[in-house]
């Protein structure tokens, strides 16, 4: 019955928001299979990008109220930096983070492409700044945005950030601390290496990790030593 009244209360604010032109279109899912089809689709964008050549990927946040400013602002000023960029934008938007990716032009050489990545990604980071965002949400800063977050964070975010990480990595804590044989994650490629963990707290050489109830959950600091 709560499921039937939950279904009923999300048509009825679809269908409202469809008559106000908040919304184009809209699919709500019948049957786990169509759930499952829905959910292929969109576990596939980024193996579809894969195929359209290189992209840039951002991930980003942005107050929920703020997200049409940034997805029409953006746009605009991205197309005017290199006409007919593919804008691939999709995520989380009930929490307001947003997976912006940028696809080549069609017919663009991938190098001229790649060779406007930092202009284009500095769009997308001044844009997100602009509206009290984030350069990194749910995949953190790691190795790829070190040099981004000492940009566009300030100092005392900057100061927080290694005070973090210097306590995870420098702190032993004796309770529950065992040594074990992991595997990095690092780049999609696996390799073993000796870890410690540290009271529901371990790490590699790249990353600080937070292990609750046996889900990790990358803290995302490592870009802060060197």
């Known amino acids: 019955a709560a499921a039937a009244a939950l279904d009923e209360t ?12 908040l919304l184009q279109d809209a699919v709500i899912a019948s049957s786990q299979a169509q759930a499952a089809a829905l959910w292929r689709l969109r576990e596939g964008i980024s193996e579809a990008q894969k195929h359209e ?16 400013a940034f997805i029409a602002g953006t746009g605009a000023r991205l197309q005017q930096a290199l006409p007919r960029v593919r804008i691939v934008c999709y995520g989380h938007v009930g929490d307001g ?8 032009p069609p017919g663009m050489e991938d190098a001229a492409f790649l060779a406007q990545a930092p202009q284009l990604t500095g769009q997308v980071f001044d844009a997100t700044l602009a509206l009290n965002g984030s350069i990194s949400a ?10 981004a977050a000492r940009h566009y964070k300030n100092p005392l975010e900057q100061a927080l950030m290694r005070a973090l990480k210097d306590t995870f990595h420098s702190r ?10 992991l595997t990095t994650l690092s780049n999609g ?4 290496a000796s870890s410690m963990c540290v009271g ?3 790490s590699t050489t790249r990353s600080t ?7 990790s959950i990358s803290l995302n600091i490592a870009w802060t030593r060197g």
């Open 10 to 21: 999300l048509q009825v604010a679809l269908g409202e928001g469809v008559e106000l032109g």
């Open 209 to 215: 990790y937070l292990y609750v109830s046996g889900v």
């Open 189 to 192: 490629n696996t390799s073993n």
């Open 53 to 68: 050549g290189p992209s840039l990927k951002h991930d980003i946040s942005v107050p929920i109220s703020s997200i049409p």
């Open 97 to 104: 983070n947003l997976h912006y990716n940028l696809s080549k």
């Open 172 to 181: 032993v804590i004796q309770t529950s601390m065992y040594r074990n044989r």
């Open 200 to 202: 529901g707290i371990f």
């Open 138 to 147: 749910e995949h953190g800063l790691g190795q790829a945005k070190r040099d």
